[in-house]
Each structure stands twice: as structure tokens, then as C-alpha cells.
């Protein structure tokens, strides 16, 4: 909430001639009959869910024009601007909340971001051994199917979602454990348009792929797929 600004003139004690008893604001309190006081809009939201509001962020990151040093980190400026920078998304912040946090308020997904929370920065390479042969399987031509930029990114966060619920990534470094925190809104996106058609790291792992292992949950999809296509090319009786 940004402060209110107050008239100095206001706050001259006023003039004997034109002094009036002032008026008392009544109170408020929670002891008085049938008040209900009011609920912060980020009250109840958990430490997982800020995070994974903070993942999904990064994993929808198309573009970021701020300057970062080697590490990846940004590089302060000198004159912060009045309004925080922005980076594009390749999924509207409302549509992504509504899709995945249930449509909460929008001033807890700027918090889950902010310096106000600081989290581990997440090690997206944990996902790799589920997401790369999801991604090859479906461009291989097996399937009708080609996955775009945001089919990829989705599957991304639903595995993320699940690996971090199940305990399987670090969300928050503790205390004294030497390693640093950071505002997720600072770190560096996933997949950047920049970064080319797949996300870093898959042209690597599809080189040392061997094309005759079979993909994790794709051996029953392959043997109707190969059936099918047996079948299809039969002789059909005139």
C-alpha cells in the first residue's frame, strides 16, 4: 500500500475563532458486538505455495533484459526505477493463478516474488529425467502430437510441483548452512526464447540418448503404437 499524503496546512493547530470539538473515530475493536475484523489477503498462504508461485513464475519466463554478471545474478543499478521491472511471460499472470493457485490475489504472488521472501534457487535439473523424454517422445513422430513453448513449460511446473510437494527439492536454505536465499522475482528464468527452441540442456541429453532404450512410461504407448501401425498396413481382404 503506498502512503497517504498528508497537507501540512492540515496539521496547524486551528485558530481560537474557528475551533471545533473534534470527533472521535469509534473503535474498532474485535471486542465490539458482531465486528469481524478483516483477514489479510496472505494470511494462510504457505512456504510451499509461495515458492512454487515463485517457480512457476521462472518456468514462464520468455525474456529478461536485466543485466546479470557471470553467475547469473543481477547486477544492482544505480537508480532503481519507481516501477519494478517486469520480465515478459509467456502465460499471463492471471490465467497462470487461476490455472494453478486457485485465483489467489495478486498482491501475494508480487510478495512470493519479493525480497520479502527468499527462497533456494530452484535446481530445475532435477526435473530433466522426467521432462527430456517427455519432450523427445512426443517430437519423435510417434504421436499426432508437437508440444509447443507452453505445453513444455506446463509439463515443467507439474512435475516441479510434484517433485517439490514430495519433499525432493530444496525450497529454503536453512540458517548457518552457508548457502544463500534469494527473492525468486531476481533469479534467472528457465527457458528464455534466447536459449532456442528446447530448454538448455536437452540437445545434450538427446545426443547421449540411445535411441534403442525405451523412455520411462512410454513401453506400453510404443508397443500399441508399433501394433497399430502393423495392423494399419495389412492387406485389407477385398
Known amino acids: ?24 473515530k469509534q473503535s474498532t475493536s474485535s471486542s465490539s458486538p458482531g465486528h ?39 547486477i544492482p543499478v544505480a537508480y532503481p526505477p519507481k516501477k519494478a521491472y517486469a520480465p515478459s511471460s ?28 527468499l527462497f533456494a534457487a530452484p535446481d530445475f535439473s532435477i526435473m530433466y529425467p522426467y521432462l527430456f523424454p517427455w519432450i523427445h517422445f512426443n517430437i519423435s513422430g510417434i504421436t499426432q502430437f508437437v508440444p509447443s513453448r507452453r505445453h513444455i513449460r506446463h509439463m515443467a511446473f507439474r512435475i516441479w ?29 528457465w527457458w528464455w526464447e534466447a536459449d532456442g527452441a528446447y530448454p538448455i540442456g536437452y540437445e545434450a541429453w538427446h545426443q547421449t540418448h540411445n535411441e534403442n532404450t525405451e523412455l520411462p512410461g512410454t513401453i506400453l504407448i510404443h508397443f500399441r503404437t508399433k501394433y497399430a501401425q502393423k495392423i494399419t498396413n495389412k492387406s485389407l481382404p477385398m
Not at 90 to 95: I, L, M, S
Open 36 to 74: 469481524v475484523p478483516k483477514r489479510s489477503k496472505s494470511e494462510n498462504v504457505s512456504q510451499l505455495k509461495r515458492y512454487l508461485i515463485g517457480c512457476a513464475h521462472l518456468l514462464y519466463v520468455k525474456a529478461d533484459s536485466r543485466q546479470r554478471d557471470t553467475h547469473n545474478r543481477l
Open 161 to 189: 510441483e510434484y517433485l517439490a510437494t514430495d519433499g525432493r527439492v530444496m525450497v529454503k536454505h536453512e540458517d548457518g548452512s552457508g548457502e544463500e536465499n534469494f527473492p525468486l522475482g531476481d533469479v534467472r528464468g
Open 1 to 24: 500500500m503506498f502512503p497517504s499524503y498528508v497537507n501540512m496546512a492540515q496539521l496547524q493547530a486551528p485558530s481560537i475563532s474557528t475551533s471545533r470539538p473534534l470527533k472521535r
Open 90 to 117: 509467456d502465460f499471463p499472470q492471471k490465467e497462470m493463478v487461476a490455472l494453478y493457485f486457485d485465483d489467489i490475489d495478486r498482491t501475494v504472488v508480487s510478495q512470493s516474488k519479493s525480497k520479502s521472501h
